[in-house]
């Protein structure tokens, strides 16, 4: 492969791009790791570091971008190529965001079991929200019965949404024989 190929796209400043800036000059000065395991999930490591946090059940790109910057971590550097010891603070971050963030920050306040203030991600989430609603369907609460029943809870209309099976719709009826 002939450098001339190469030459313009090196010497125009990348097209504009700062996200193909970044990702260059990692390329070029250190190895990238193609995937990072933060907080008990696989994350892509060619992304920016506030979008492949986001990847993660239960952190969001606000709340990637709130750790980040807690942690003096620049957000649109790449994951692959940040230091061992800052995808360590990462992961703690992660783990920890009760410790970090504010209580209206979290997504598990008053812990019905427990009565602490958590932030729960990947399958402790999911696992959460399964036991609140077996907890509801157990105390026969309205939202636990129109659970158990399959039907919407929050108080939307039944009539003509949600209807399970084949689609029901108005029918034309059948010109009756001899005459009207």
């Not at 892509?44 to 979008?51: E, F, H, I, M, R």
């Amino acid at each position: 492969m002939s450098s001339s190929r190469w030459s313009p796209w090196l010497t125009r400043g990348l097209g504009g791009s700062k996200f193909k800036k970044r990702l260059f000059s990692a390329f070029v000065s250190q190895e990238i790791r193609a995937i990072v395991r933060i907080g008990d999930t696989d994350l892509d490591g060619n992304k920016q570091v506030a979008y492949a946090l986001a990847k993660i059940r239960g952190i969001g790109t606000a709340s990637a971008y709130a750790i980040c910057w807690k942690l003096g971590i620049d957000p649109h550097a790449i994951l692959g190529a940040l230091p061992e010891d800052q995808i360590n603070k990462l992961d703690w971050a992660v783990r920890n965001l009760h410790e970090l963030a504010p209580s209206w920050f979290l997504n598990r306040r008053k812990d019905p079991e427990t009565g602490r203030e958590m932030h729960l991600i990947g399958s402790e989430l999911v696992l959460a929200a399964r036991r609140d609603v077996d907890l509801m369907k157990k105390l026969k609460s309205w939202k636990g019965v129109r659970h158990s029943l399959g039907l919407k809870v929050r108080g939307q209309r039944t009539v003509t949404t949600g209807r399970f099976g084949a689609t029901a719709g108005v029918t034309k009826k059948k010109a009756a024989p001899g005459g009207k």
